[in-house]
C-alpha cells in the first residue's frame, strides 16, 4: 500500500486536538501535532427591562485559528503534503449565516439558559410520541430542534432572504472549504432528522416552524465534500487537501473506533466530559418502552448508535475549576485521582443526571444540595466529594445498561470504553466492579481514530468499517479490568437505584 496522509481535527466542549495519520504497508498509526484549550464565556447582559440574563457563547475565531495553527504544526512537523482533512466535534450547537457568509450573531453554547424551558415549547408544537417515533431521539435541553425553535421565535428578524443554518461542524468546514453540508451521524441528533430515511424531516420542521431552505444538504460519513480553499492552503503550506464528511459527531467516531467484536453482546461508553452509553444495533428501536427510558438513536456508520447521554467527567472538571479558583492552582488529575482513590467508599451516592448538575454555579454546593435532598451523607472533604462521583458515575451505567438490554432484547457480556476517561485507571476499575463485567479501556484518542477510519473509507483506503477491528486491534494497546468485591457494589447499586429513581 503507498503510504497516505491524513489530518483529524477533534474538538470538544473543553478543547481540540489535531492529529496527523499514516496508513503505510497495512499499518495505521497516528501522532498528536497540537493541543488547544478552550471553553464557553458566559456574558451577563441586562435585557430591555433591565433584568441581567446571562448568555453563554462559543469563540468559534480562536477555534478556527487553532486549526490553521495544527495544519502549519502539520507542515512543520510530517510532511507539507496531505490527502484529507476530516472534522469532529460535540454533538450539539451552530449558527445561522446571511446570504453573505457573515455570522448573524455569536455562536451560542449549548449550556446557555434560553433553552432551559423549550423542551416543553417543543412539546407542545408536536406530540412527543410522534417526534420519538421519527426522531429516535431523546429530549434534551440541547437538542438543536430548541435551538432552532428559539431561534426562529425570539430572532426572525434575523431571517432574511439567503441565510442558512450550519451545524457546528460544518461551521468550520465552511471556514476550510466554503462547502455547506452535514453528516447524517450529526444531523440524527439534531432530533430534526427522520431516524430511518435520513432526511430532515418536513413534519417537524413544519411544526416547529423551521424554513427548509436554511438546513444543508445532509451526506453519508465518508463522502468527500470539498478541498481547502486556496487561500486557506497557501496560509498553511499545504496542498488543497481533500476535506472528507467524518462521522462528525464525536461519539460516533468514538463508536466506530471502540475494538467491538460482537456488537449485541458490548456495551460501549465513550467517555469524557460526557459519558455516552449504549450499543450499536441494526435499526432504529422507537418502541414505548426505549421512549420512557430516554434513550437515542444516533446515526452510525451503517448502523445505530442505541444510547444515553450521561453526565461524563463534567462534574469532576467543575470541581476542579472550582477548588482551582479558590487555590489559586490547578490539581492535576493524578493529584485528583489519588485524593479519590484514598477516600472510603460508598460514603455517599448521587444521579450524576440529576437537572441540578448540569450548569450550577457551584458544582460543590450541587452535590452537598443532592444529598440533603435524598438523605444521603454530605461528602465532608474534597476526596470524598470525588469518589462520590466517580462510583456514582460507574453505577449509572449500570443502571443505563439494564434499560438498554431491556429495551433492544440483548445481553451485555463486556464494557469497552473509549476516549479520554479510559485513561482513568479509577473509574474504568469501578465501572468492571459495579457493572460484574469484564472492562476493555482503549483507545484513548477513539474519537481521532474513529475520524481517520471513515476519511479511510471515503479515499478508499478500507472496504468497510468491518476492516477497523483488527487495525484498532494491531495499532493500540487495550487494558482489562476483571470486577472485584461484588458483595458491596451489589449492595451500592441497590442504594444507587433508589436514589436515581
Keep these: 500500500m503507498a503510504e497516505h496522509r491524513l ?19 497495512g499499518a495505521f498509526s497516528l501522532q498528536e501535532v497540537h493541543r488547544f484549550e478552550h471553553e464557553a464565556a458566559s456574558l ?26 495544527g495544519l502549519r504544526a502539520y507542515r512543520r512537523n510530517v510532511s507539507d503534503r496531505l490527502d484529507s482533512l476530516g472534522l469532529d466535534t460535540w454533538g450539539a450547537d451552530g449558527h445561522f449565516m446571511s446570504a453573505e457568509g457573515e455570522l448573524l450573531g455569536k455562536v451560542y453554547c449549548y449550556r446557555d439558559h434560553r433553552l432551559d424551558t423549550m ?48 451545524p457546528i461542524p460544518s461551521l468550520f468546514y465552511y471556514y476550510l472549504s466554503g462547502v455547506r453540508v452535514v453528516d447524517s451521524s450529526w444531523a440524527s441528533v439534531t432530533q430534526l432528522m427522520d431516524a430511518r430515511l435520513k432526511a430532515w424531516s418536513p413534519e417537524i420542521l413544519g411544526r416547529l ?23 486557506v492552503a497557501e496560509l498553511v503550506g499545504l496542498n488543497r487537501a481533500k476535506l472528507v464528511a467524518v462521522a462528525s459527531h464525536d461519539t460516533a467516531s468514538a463508536f466506530a473506533a471502540a475494538p467491538v467484536a460482537n456488537p449485541a453482546q458490548a456495551l460501549i461508553v465513550s467517555s469524557g466530559t460526557w459519558s455516552l452509553v449504549g450499543k450499536l444495533v441494526p435499526e ?32 469532576v472538571q467543575e470541581l476542579r475549576r472550582l477548588w482551582a479558583a479558590a487555590d489559586g492552582r490547578e490539581m492535576s488529575w493524578e493529584e485528583i485521582t489519588a485524593l479519590a482513590r484514598q477516600a472510603p467508599a460508598f460514603h455517599a451516592l448521587i444521579d450524576p443526571d440529576d437537572p441540578s448538575f448540569y450548569n450550577p454555579p457551584n458544582m460543590e454546593r450541587a452535590i452537598a444540595d443532592f444529598c440533603g435532598r435524598k438523605g444521603e451523607p454530605v461528602p465532608p472533604d474534597r476526596g470524598s466529594a470525588l469518589r462520590t462521583v466517580y462510583e456514582s458515575l460507574a453505577l449509572k451505567y449500570r443502571f443505563v445498561n439494564a434499560q438498554i438490554c431491556e429495551a433492544s432484547a440483548t445481553t451485555t457480556r463486556v464494557v469497552n470504553i473509549v476516549g479520554g476517561g479510559s485513561r482513568n485507571d479509577l473509574l474504568n476499575q469501578f465501572t468492571a466492579d459495579a457493572m460484574g463485567l469484564p472492562v476493555q479501556a482503549g483507545p484513548e484518542e477513539a474519537t481521532a481514530v474513529g475520524n481517520f477510519m471513515v476519511q479511510a473509507l471515503g479515499l478508499g483506503l478500507i472496504d468497510s468499517m468491518a476492516d477497523v477491528l483488527p487495525i484498532v486491534q494491531r495499532a493500540f494497546v487495550i487494558r482489562e479490568y476483571a470486577p472485584r468485591d461484588p458483595d458491596a457494589w451489589e449492595r451500592a447499586y441497590a442504594r444507587f437505584r433508589r436514589i436515581a429513581s
Design 209 to 231: 416552524e423551521i424554513p427548509s431552505e436554511v438546513m444543508p444538504d445532509i451526506v453519508a460519513p465518508g463522502t468527500v465534500v470539498g478541498e481547502l480553499l486556496a487561500p
Design 284 to 315: 432504529p428501536i422507537t418502541s414505548d418502552k426505549a421512549m420512557a427510558a430516554n434513550l437515542s438513536n444516533e446515526g452510525g456508520i451503517g448502523n445505530v448508535r442505541f444510547l444515553k447521554n450521561c453526565m461524563g467527567t463534567w462534574l
Design 7 to 25: 489530518f483529524a481535527i477533534d474538538l470538544g466542549a473543553s478543547g481540540g486536538k489535531c492529529f496527523a495519520g499514516t496508513f503505510a504497508d
Design 119 to 166: 423542551i416543553a415549547q417543543v412539546k407542545a408544537r408536536i406530540e412527543p410520541r410522534r417526534m420519538y417515533q421519527l426522531t429516535g431521539i431523546h429530549f434534551q435541553p440541547f437538542n438543536v430542534s430548541n435551538q432552532l425553535h428559539w431561534f426562529v421565535n425570539n430572532r426572525r428578524d434575523l431571517l432574511r432572504p439567503g441565510c442558512f443554518y450550519l
Design 44 to 69: 451577563f447582559i441586562p435585557d430591555e427591562d433591565g433584568r441581567l440574563v446571562e448568555r453563554t457563547y462559543w469563540d468559534d475565531i480562536l477555534i478556527y485559528r487553532n486549526i490553521l495553527a
